[in-house]
């Protein structure tokens, strides 16, 4: 069959007029090392995602039903700034624009924005979180519900460090969850730019920066580990209702939240 396709291979090109080939020429490496894209790739999103149940196994196991990613279906968050922040209501991750770029030095680059000067609304939401095991089963955490902001977002791989930079911009305008086996509840948590002021609130000190480093590392034990290193964050929180024993004790506010020079290495044991 190869000796079949290489014939009739050489039978096309030999049928092929003369005037039909007189202008091809063949581009030796240097021509073709000079031959470059026009332009990156631009994707549109609009998606949602629902997972029954996700199952981390190890000797026992932590399950996470009822996961919904998707948009918040809300036009009214972060209502002191009197303005409708994400456009039409909707259950679906959308008004998202993905850039792909790769660069002269060979680093890829990924920008995430919204479609319009806007933000893109998120909702994240889980049912039980339970570890299970030989001994029984325990509910860890409960009725998760997070209403968000995403700014932008960008993930630029370095191929002369080997390391993924990601950078985001985001606030939070409502997460509530419980902590059954605690007894415990939190209502109505806020997370903004350290500079955003309820009093005066402008939609540009509205998020909170983001950036992590991801790279390889050698652990104490010279083990290839992931590194994952936070140069600097710095937020306002307010918690509106702390629930213990199914009673508010009250609220918390946190005015300019700063963490800096943090870094973590993961590996299996």
Known sequence: MKGLKRSLLALSIMGVPALATADIQMLDDSTMGNITGQAGVTIELETKLNIDRFIYTDEGSLEINDIFVGGANRTDMFSEMNLNLNGDATDRLDNIRIKIDLASDGDAIINLLPLSFN??????????????????????????????????????????????????????????????????????????????????????????????????????????????????????????????????????????LAITDTSMLIYGH
């Open 119 to 256: 933000a893109v609304d998120v909702r994240i939401a889980t049912g039980a979180w339970n570890l299970t095991g030989t001994g029984g089963s325990t509910t860890i955490l409960d009725s998760f519900n997070m209403d968000m902001l995403v700014g932008s977002g960008t993930i630029r791989v370095d191929t002369a460090t080997d390391t993924l930079n990601f950078r985001t911009d985001i606030a939070i305008d409502d997460m509530d969850f419980d902590v059954p086996f605690l007894a415990l509840g939190i209502r109505d948590f806020e997370l903004t730019g350290a500079d955003y002021d309820l009093q005066a609130p402008q939609p540009l000190r509205l998020f909170a920066a983001v950036e992590l480093d991801m790279y390889t590392a050698q652990n104490s034990q010279n083990v290839e580990s992931l590194a994952i290193d936070l140069a600097n964050f710095e937020a306002d929180i307010r918690i509106g209702g702390v629930i213990v024993g199914g009673t508010s004790i009250g609220s918390i506010a946190m005015d300019n």
